[in-house]
Nanobody, 126 residues
Framework: QVRLVESGGGSVQAGGSLRLACVVSGFTDRRPYMGWFRQAPGKEREGVACITSNDRTSYADSVKGRFTISQDNAENTLYLEMNSLKPEDTAMYYC????????????????????WGQGTQVTVSS
């Protein structure tokens, strides 16, 4: 059974930093493409950053230079390091996975998400 469990959200002031983590379990065949999405109240869910099985990364324009996605395969954990946070980064952040062989990661988003985490809230105050 695949599970994605996020942690690390919280409340910070603008300019601050947070690191999100997502513990991944249940994939037995191939390493999936992984990504972080976010959804603010009243807005659609959007891709923030993604990483392929061979560690190629892609970011949404809105977070380039501020966010860094990485994965520790020994710990089965996906990370999102968020620096220089802005109030507009406030959202629920979700970990996502696509294990398909035709998975894609571009523009900060993996193409077809098959698995979602439960989400972790990030709130940035001005």
């Amino acid at each position: 059974q695949v599970r994605l469990v996020e942690s690390g959200g919280g409340s910070v002031q603008a300019g601050g930093s947070l690191r999100l983590a997502c513990v991944v379990s249940g994939f037995t065949d191939r390493r999936p493409y992984m990504g972080w999405f976010r959804q603010a109240p009243g807005k659609e869910r959007e891709g923030v950053a993604c990483i392929t099985s061979n560690d190629r990364t892609s970011y949404a324009d809105s977070v380039k230079g501020r966010f860094t996605i990485s994965q520790d395969n020994a710990e089965n954990t996906l990370y999102l390091e968020m620096n220089s946070l802005k109030p507009e980064d406030t959202a629920m952040y979700y970990c996502a996975a696509d294990p398909k062989t035709v998975a894609r990661c571009s523009g900060g988003s993996i193409s077809e998400v098959e698995y979602w985490g439960q989400g972790t809230q990030v709130t940035v105050s001005s």
